[in-house]
């Protein structure tokens, strides 16, 4: 059911910005499922229990970008960019996606700042 939703969510996405990524058809199966890699999982855990979720959605912007845009953005970036993406988490910043502030998250740790950058980045595989 909520692959079904996600789905949904992907082709209102695909209608609203035209559609021209060449990576996605129309008949909505545009990801692989990834929900039983044990990356994904562990990351979206993470990502629960650290509330990301009050200022990103997966499809849609919040007050931060949304979680498949993100992933779309970094999706041909070089391994480096886990670290850095993690690093950013937990320094927060600016600049990327607007003016509006990711506050810092420093009681990460690394490891759990990377484990929800990976679980980011399978969201456009
Ligand atoms: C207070 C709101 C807020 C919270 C809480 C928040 N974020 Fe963000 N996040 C943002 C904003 C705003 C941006 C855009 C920053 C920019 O434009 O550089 C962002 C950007 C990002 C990016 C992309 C960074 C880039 O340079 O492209 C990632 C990845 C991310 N957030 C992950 C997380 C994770 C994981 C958490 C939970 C630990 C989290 N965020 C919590 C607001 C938030």
Known sequence: MKKVVIACFVIALMAACGGSDSKEDKSGKTTTDNSTNPDYQNGLALVAK???MTCHAID???TGPAYREVSKK???SSDTIVSHLAQKIISGGKGVWGEILMTPHPDLSKDDAEAMVKYILLLSK
């Open 74 to 76: 970094y999706a041909n």
């Open 50 to 52: 650290n509330k990301c």
């Open 60 to 62: 849609q912007k919040l």
